[in-house]
């Protein structure tokens, strides 16, 4: 069983920076892509970020503020997120598309969420 644990989450005033990370633990044969999703109240989950093993998207509203980047050895994710605003807020998801086992399908891990709140 793959586990993914968040830390990171907080408040902070508009226009201030928090970083988020995640770790993978488990067996597992390799992690393909990492990801960050969030969640506001009364909306879908959307896709924040994702990093491939070669390379990087990010949803139009983050790009120029949000930075995905990946440890490769540590099975780790980050979000470092600056000139964060208030529409930001909503708990952020970390994701990962993990093949088990070589030859395997991949499947899809959710971390339990950690919360980001801006205030204006």
């Known amino acids: 069983q793959v586990q993914l644990v968040e830390s990171g989450g907080g408040l902070v005033q508009a226009g201030g920076s928090l970083r988020l990370s995640c770790s993978a633990f488990?067996?597992?044969?390799?992690?393909?892509?990492m990801a960050w999703y969030r969640q506001a109240p009364g909306e879908q989950r959307e896709l924040v970020a994702a990093?491939?093993?070669?390379?990087?998207n990010y949803t139009d509203s983050v790009k120029g503020r949000f930075t995905i980047s990946r440890d490769f050895a540590r099975n780790m994710v980050y979000l470092q997120m600056n000139s964060l605003k208030p529409e930001d807020t909503a708990v952020y998801y970390c994701?990962?598309?993990?093949?088990?086992?070589?030859?395997?399908?991949?499947?899809?891990?959710w971390g339990q969420g950690t919360q980001v709140t801006v205030s204006s």
């Open positions: 994701n990962a598309v993990v093949q088990l086992l070589p030859y395997a399908p991949d499947t899809a891990y």
């Open positions: 990093n491939s093993k070669i390379s990087a």
């Open positions: 488990g067996r597992m044969f390799s992690i393909n892509t």
